[in-house]
């Protein structure tokens, strides 16, 4: 079976708190389960990055609903293709955003994990380097 890959951007419309993250999360994971799309949501300085990964009609199906949502705006495709395997096996959605005081801790833990992340393929390098980007902004 053919999982079909999906990296996108997009800015939060102002900066979220906990609670709306918490419900955003326990949404996709619910969608996401019950669509058998596996991946990696990523909340930092006010910017979403995400990689979905599944069969090509739900993960369509899910990025369309992303594209309504009026929780962010200014969405960019980054990647989308075909692929042999899933990355994000495990996980109906993986999830980070930093606690305000301990920011630093987690864009370095963030690097860390990004070093060991697998980047053989165009979606996951594109997911990566995108993460990495959003937390290197914040540093400068």
């Not at 069969?55 to 989308?80: F, P």
Request: net charge negative; hydrophobic share 40%.
């Amino acid at each position: 079976m053919n999982i079909y890959q999906l990296t996108y951007q997009s800015k939060s419309i102002g900066e979220l708190d906990q609670d709306i993250l918490n419900l955003i999360l326990e949404e996709a994971i619910t969608r996401n389960s019950q669509e058998q799309i596996t991946g990696c949501l990523v909340y930092f300085n006010g910017s979403f990055i995400q990689i979905l990964e599944g069969a090509k009609e739900n993960v369509l199906s899910t990025y369309d609903k992303i594209l309504k949502d009026k929780r962010h705006h200014l969405i960019d495709l980054l990647w989308e293709n075909d692929s042999e395997k899933r990355f994000f096996e495990k996980w109906d959605m993986g999830f980070f955003s930093p606690e305000s005081d301990n920011e630093i801790l987690f864009v370095n833990n963030y690097k860390l994990l990004s070093s060991f992340a697998d980047k053989s393929r165009g979606a996951t390098l594109s997911f990566w380097a995108s993460v990495e980007k959003v937390l290197d902004s914040k540093l400068l």
